[in-house]
């Protein structure tokens, strides 16, 4: 067991040791009990994709139209395109953890589809592009970090339109990505 120099809070003894936080995440007793899972964590979803688009494609869920795969393969410029669509996870940060608040695997089939369609209908026009299916509780959030990740010039966000009462209680989402993302990157709503 390595030590380390520094006595404990209350003792005045330099010669006493303190286990270091490598004793621990190295103990087997440790790990049965449960204390290196705090010191180890294993990543436990996908990294984050990060091929390099022009543009990124988004959705907070609802298919994408015609018009802004045209707009989104128009702004690439013959450059790739990025897909990506959130499946939704209700309630709140501070909530207790319930299964029942997670897409349903129908649900992120639907995701998946609605994904792989935009994809081949870029493909065909002879652009290159990559898809994702994110869960994600904040939608701007991850919308906004996967833009990053890829380093795109554009994001063009396909939602319904929305009335103004319901942007005055859940936020306006382009307003949302637009403030974490900069102005280095323009944000437009497709419809």
């Given amino acids: 067991m390595t030590t380390v120099s520094t006595a404990p809070a209350g003792t005045n003894s330099p010669d006493a040791t303190v286990p270091s936080v490598a004793d621990f995440a190295n103990d087997s007793r440790a790990r049965r009990t449960g ?3 705090i010191f180890r964590r294993k990543g436990r979803f996908d990294p984050q994709p990060s091929q390099s688009s022009v543009v990124l494609l988004a959705s907070h869920g609802e298919p994408f139209s015609k018009a802004a795969i045209q707009k989104a393969v128009q702004l690439s410029g013959g450059g790739p395109v990025a897909v990506i669509t959130i499946a939704r996870i209700y309630g709140s940060a501070y909530g207790l953890p319930n299964p029942g608040l997670l897409p349903t695997p129908k649900e ?5 589809a609605q994904v792989e369609r935009a994809i081949k209908s870029i493909e065909r026009t ?3 592009a990559w898809g994702q299916v994110a869960v994600s509780r904040k939608p701007g959030k991850t919308i906004a970090r996967a833009a990053e990740a890829r380093g795109v010039q554009h994001v063009l966000l396909c939602a319904p339109p929305s009335p103004g009462w319901r942007r ?3 936020g306006d989402p382009v307003k949302d990505i637009r403030r974490r993302v900069g102005t ?8």
């Fill in 126 to 128: 002879g652009h290159e």
């Fill in 35 to 37: 204390f290196s899972r």
């Fill in 168 to 170: 005055v209680v859940e």
């Fill in 108 to 112: 992120m089939d639907v995701q998946r």
């Fill in 184 to 191: 280095e990157i323009t944000v437009q709503l497709a419809t």
